[in-house]
């Protein structure tokens, strides 16, 4: 059986197996019950085109067959069988196949050695087959070749020429001649041989007997083409002709590779590849190279072969977008065939990484703005190697800055920062994107970056929203300077008008001076005016009105002044010199702490009121109604109820209530964590403060602080608080420090937070002294004793002196006045002979002067402490 296995742009392989399959051979069916389609040609070709020859009976006749493919294409990406098929038994199964050239092969065949005297004509067939059974065959199969052979009798006398392969050869002009091919002669006597044409040779003329003719083949002076004769070898009585042919081919060039392809990045650098050229019959020739593409180039274009030469691409010719792109190298050789070698130029589109996906401008709060903004780092990549490409930015919002908008980027990277540009920028939360872009040869890569706006409302923020200013003949306060700051720490200038001709404000800075006449006062009267603040920068406004108010009194207190009337709790006006005190009734008395008469009193509330506290500029009185749930507010202009607020967790009488500005924006809190804005009641996300106790806070109202009440142990819980105009106003809170005390303090009582938060002073029932802690980290710095007395009650007067005071049996002092650092003891008193101070009931007046304080026999006491 004979197997051709054809293979994609590779030589034919054939493996042989000469096998009597049985079966007839030729015509257009085939006895393995395959169907044949008939052909105009043959699928091979043989030489010679029938087998002849004579042998002597029992021996065996060698002869030769050349086998050619006639069409390659039939049998592309195909599995090949071939089949031979000799019906009558005439040859022997041990067909020899040899391959010649990469599509032709010869096939020695024999006789058997079996054969009768005689002679054998037929026919023996060959099927080329899809598969092994033959189920199936290529076109052009099958095909026949015939034969006819002589069998002389045992003991006769043959004459026979067998050459051990065809007489076909080929040679390339100045190549290397082709082996020479021996003739096996068996003569009985003697012959001659002579060949029909110079280039076939002969290494003997004549001979006799049995012998070995060489023929060899020379091309010298032979031209390209295709050269035939006969070798003609006799014996006296017989001839045997044996067909020869010559083909002699040009030389050709050869190349190493038989295609390139490029593959890259556009934008990065290409490394160049090498092609070695030569002849294939290594003779020296010029040649010259050309490209037929200008991103394609060649260096040397010209030579001689051997030679290599150097192929180069360049994108940046014809700025090329990412793609693939056909090409070619033409090499012409001197008077050979020229060659062509594709070429593939494969580019793939750079990428242009940022090392952010989004940049936050304006910062949490939305007050990142003006000289003291945080600049945003943006850094970019471009995976083009150390080769650089422009990058520019194709849209930044009109509110976004950066600092550098264009240049030149590579695999090092471009850096630049983002600012918001205040004047510009929308306020609350904007959300928007940027573009960055690399122009890289004939491509456009892109890179969005979200950006995101906050902007809070720009403002100015004054220390203090209430002035008390005092005028007597003795004691006298009638300037005071408030620093005004900016929200975005960039402040810009400030104007203040004052709506009083007894009122002067004056600006320096950021600095603002307020001064007061009393001239034109009358004793014993309070006036009152506020200062109104404005921003140079028409980015900015001034939220929050300064409230003055001046006291004229016709003398300073000397000595307590105590009431009859039973109270339970007092909150102290911070601008007007008043006290407003109740008996856990329905109605609210408002006294004088200067005088120590009450002026007037609150009515319109329903029976058991509870906490009370003042806003920081003395606008308003918050009460907690305990039978209603919910929290009234009191107009203190009028004096008269102007809200309502039901409370979505109903109050108590351990309800605590704290009222603080936080940026500004006035809210009321609530010990149970509840919050509202004061402007319109609206509720906020709750503090994450603990169930219950009593509530400190910082000037600024950014700091709040609860310590629990009557426990064993003494449990602070510190929160930030702040509030900025995005996504309709955000709350922002956490808790800052909690820490528990178990030794010493127990039972805590009351609490002051200083204006910044970094002091937080206590009263517990013990240890007997009040507790210094540094307010981030609730560590303790010092103590302020009070003798014998169960501390319960902490303030601070307007000059920062500390009083800490607490329930004193008998007459012995209950209220110790230290200086500002709680270091050193000024002034100790008794605020109500045989009488104890309630817990939380001892207020300062705004001017720091008067300590107003509740005993437990319900007495209302002033006692003036001076400047």
Not at 114 to 119: C, P, Q, V
Not at 462 to 480: C, D, I, K, L, Q
Not at 506 to 534: E, H, K, P, R, W
């Amino acid at each position: 059986m004979l197997r051709l296995r054809p293979a994609h742009a590779a030589p034919l392989i054939i493996a042989a197996l000469l096998a009597g399959c049985g079966g007839g051979g030729g015509g257009g069916s085939s006895s393995g019950g395959g169907t044949t389609t008939p052909v105009a040609s043959p699928a091979l070709t043989f030489t010679p085109g029938s087998l002849t020859g004579s042998v002597t009976a029992g021996t065996s006749l060698t002869s030769n067959i050349v086998a050619a493919v006639t069409r390659p294409g039939d049998f592309t990406n195909a599995s090949v069988t071939a089949v031979v098929v000799d019906s009558a038994g005439v040859l022997l199964p041990n067909m020899q196949l040899v391959q010649d050239t990469p599509s032709q092969y010869h096939a020695v065949l024999q006789t058997a050695p079996t054969l009768a005297a005689g002679r054998y004509q037929g026919n023996f067939t060959v099927r080329l087959c899809r598969d092994s059974a033959c189920a199936s065959q290529f076109p052009g199969s099958p095909v026949t070749l015939p034969y006819d052979f002589t069998v002389q009798p045992a003991g006769s006398a043959a004459f026979t020429a067998v050459p051990a392969m065809p007489l076909t050869a080929t040679i390339q002009s100045g190549g290397a001649a082709p082996a020479s091919v021996p003739v096996a002669i068996t003569s009985s006597g003697s012959w001659s041989a002579a060949s029909g044409a110079t280039w076939l040779k002969l290494s003997a003329a004549s001979g006799s007997g049995n012998a070995s003719l060489s023929v060899s083949y020379d091309a010298t002076g032979l031209a390209a083409g295709t050269y035939s004769t006969n070798l003609n070898i006799s014996s006296a009585d017989s001839t045997v002709t044996l067909p020869a042919t010559l083909t002699v081919l040009q030389p050709t060039l050869t190349l190493d590779k038989g295609s390139l392809t490029f593959t890259a990045i556009n934008g990065t650098s290409i490394a160049s590849q090498i092609v070695a050229l030569d002849t294939d019959v290594k003779i020296t020739t010029p040649w010259t190279a050309n490209s037929n593409t200008a991103w394609l180039s060649v260096s040397p274009t010209s030579g001689t072969t051997p030679a290599t030469a150097v192929l180069t691409v360049d994108p940046t010719v014809g700025t090329l977008a990412s793609g693939s792109y056909p090409g070619s190298i033409t090499i012409q050789p001197t008077g050979l065939a020229a060659r062509t070698l594709p070429v593939t130029l494969n580019l793939t589109p750079a990428t242009l990484q940022t090392s952010v996906p989004s940049i936050v401008l304006g910062g949490t709060y939305g007050r990142d703005f003006g000289s003291t903004q945080v600049a945003q780092p943006l850094k970019m990549t471009l995976n083009t190697g150390s080769n650089s490409w422009p990058w520019v930015f194709d849209f930044v919002p009109s509110w976004a800055s950066a600092g550098t908008a264009g240049g030149t980027i590579n695999a090092v990277g471009a850096s630049t920062t983002f600012k918001a540009v205040a004047a510009t920028a929308p306020l609350g939360t904007t959300d928007s994107s940027f573009t960055a872009k690399a122009m890289v040869n004939g491509d456009t890569i892109r890179a969005t970056v979200g950006l995101l706006l906050n902007k809070d409302q720009h403002k100015l923020l004054p220390a203090e929203t209430a002035v008390a200013f005092v005028s007597t003949p003795t004691w006298s306060r009638m300037t005071r300077t408030i620093a005004v700051s900016d929200n975005y720490g960039a402040f810009g200038g400030m104007s203040a008008t004052s709506d009083q001709p007894w009122l002067v404000a004056g600006v320096s800075g950021n600095q603002l001076t307020l001064t007061a006449d009393d001239s034109q006062q009358l004793t014993d009267t309070v006036a009152t005016a506020t200062i109104t603040l404005a921003a140079l920068d028409p980015d900015a406004k001034a939220s929050e009105p300064i409230r003055v108010a001046l006291w004229k009194g016709t003398a300073a207190p000397t000595a307590a002044i105590s009431t009859a009337l039973p109270y339970t709790n007092v909150v102290t006006d911070p601008a007007r010199p008043y006290a407003y005190v109740h008996n856990g009734g329905a109605y609210i008395d408002v006294y004088n702490v200067y005088t120590g008469l009450k002026e007037a009193s609150i009515t319109g509330f329903s029976a058991h009121l509870g906490d009370m506290a003042v806003t920081p500029n003395g606008d308003a009185l918050y009460v907690v109604d305990i039978d209603n749930s919910r929290i009234t507010t009191v107009d203190l202009t009028t004096r008269a109820i102007s809200t309502q607020l039901a409370l979505a967790v109903p109050g108590n009488a351990a309800t605590r209530i704290k009222l603080i500005r936080p940026n500004g924006v006035g809210m009321l809190v609530l010990s149970d964590g509840q919050v509202y804005l004061t402007a319109d009641n609206t509720r906020l996300p709750k503090l994450p403060l603990g169930t219950g106790g009593t509530l400190a806070a910082s000037a600024d109202g950014k700091r709040v602080v609860q310590q629990d009440e009557g426990n064993s142990t003494i449990q602070h819980t510190t929160v930030s608080v702040d509030y900025a105009a995005l996504a309709g106003g955000t709350l922002f809170a956490a808790k800052l420090a909690s820490a528990s005390h178990g030794s010493p303090g127990a039972q805590g009582q009351d609490l002051w937070v200083n204006s910044d938060g970094s002091r937080v002073v206590y009263a517990a029932t013990a240890p007997k002294a009040c507790t210094i802690m540094d307010g981030a980290t609730l560590g303790i710095l010092g103590y302020m004793p009070i003798g014998d007395a169960t501390p319960n009650n902490v303030v601070v007067t307007l000059d920062g002196r500390m009083v800490c005071a607490g329930a004193a049996r008998g007459n012995t002092n209950d209220v110790y006045l230290y200086d500002s650092a709680g270091a050193k003891l000024i002034q100790q008193y008794k605020l109500n002979n045989g009488k104890t101070l309630l817990p939380r009931q001892l207020a300062v007046s705004g001017d720091g002067w008067i300590l107003v304080g509740i005993t437990n026999d319900g007495a209302l006491t002033f006692l003036p402490i001076g400047p």
